[in-house]
């Protein structure tokens, strides 16, 4: 749902400004497809990991942890996590919209990553 609710309109909107993504949408988080993720890094040489959680012990994390291991020399600006709020689920759907990753939150990032 979040991949075609923010990330992929955020993917046209980066597209737009001339900046190509490779998107990535790991469908488990054991196993997570490491491989594909450092392959991709390796042709990129960044990363941007956008997930629907709170950024304290997150999936993203790990996957960061693993890149800053495992692809460090092939990094050519910090990894950017871009996750959830750090506070509770609120109720209210206004609130939720700022809760929830936004497709600004993920061109922001991928704009940063690229120092642009």
Known sequence: KMLSRVVMPAVEELEKQGISVE??????VRP??????????????RCVVVEEANP????????ANHLQRWAFDYLDAPIIKVNSADVPMPYSSSLEELYLPQIDDIV???????YI
Not at 23 to 28: E, F, G, M
Not at 56 to 63: H, P
Request: no cysteine; net charge neutral; proline share 0%.
């Open 56 to 63: 304290l012990s997150a999936i993203s994390s790990e996957i």
């Open 23 to 28: 998107v990535i949408d790991l469908r488990s």
């Open 32 to 45: 997570i497809d490491y491989l594909t993720v450092v392959e991709s890094v390796k042709k990129t040489n």
């Open 108 to 114: 922001k990032a991928v704009k940063e990553v690229n």
